[in-house]
């Protein structure tokens, strides 16, 4: 049987993530193909839990360290537990945000080194690296405005406007260094015109796989 395809949804708040990965998983299941969708930070029950701590606004502060740490200690959950099992049994994944989220967040909005990002990443993911990367793009501010009308914000929310410039500008760096691994996505285009480059993503990455 072959592997499943690894696919990873990134992008700052309020891009549109949720709606896209509908789209595209529902466009999957069209193929025949079987596909989990699932999230990070989450993923599995544990995992889950911790995205409470990392995401509630609690009554301790939160240094950056443990912040960075507790996402990969959910990161490891989740590809041990749920990723790696679904690929292995020939299901594709599509997950809201992955280890890129760590590097734009933590490595470019918090300022952590990010060489030790990438070791840690090593060190989680045995090898393990999404098939594609598909970065909705838009200027932080519509997102942050998008986010905002959703109602309460969260911990990572509640940033100052100039953090989620910085994530943004982390993805966009990443997507330079990664070209064959990212694919960038106008998120503020028509919502047509977004699932349209989707679709167009989507085609090329089965012509690979039906091969
Ligand atoms: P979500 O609300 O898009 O599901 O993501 C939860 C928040 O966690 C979001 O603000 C981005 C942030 N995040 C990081 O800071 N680092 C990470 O490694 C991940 C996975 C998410």
Known sequence: MKFGKFITVEGGEGVGKSTNID???GLIEKQGIEVIRTRE????????????LLLEHGDESLPDTAELLLFFAARSLHVTNTIRPALAAGKW???????DASRAYQGN???LDMQRINTLAQWVQEGLEPDV???LDAPAAIGMGRAEQRGATDRLESEQISFYERVRDGYLSLARAEPARFEVIDASQSLAAVKADIGQVLARLLDDYLL
């Open 93 to 99: 994944v599509v997950c809201d945000r992955f280890t």
């Open 23 to 25: 789209f595209l998983s």
């Open 133 to 135: 990367t598909l970065l």
């Open 109 to 111: 909005g918090r300022g």
């Open 41 to 52: 930070p989450g993923g599995t029950p544990m995992a889950e839990r911790i995205r409470g």
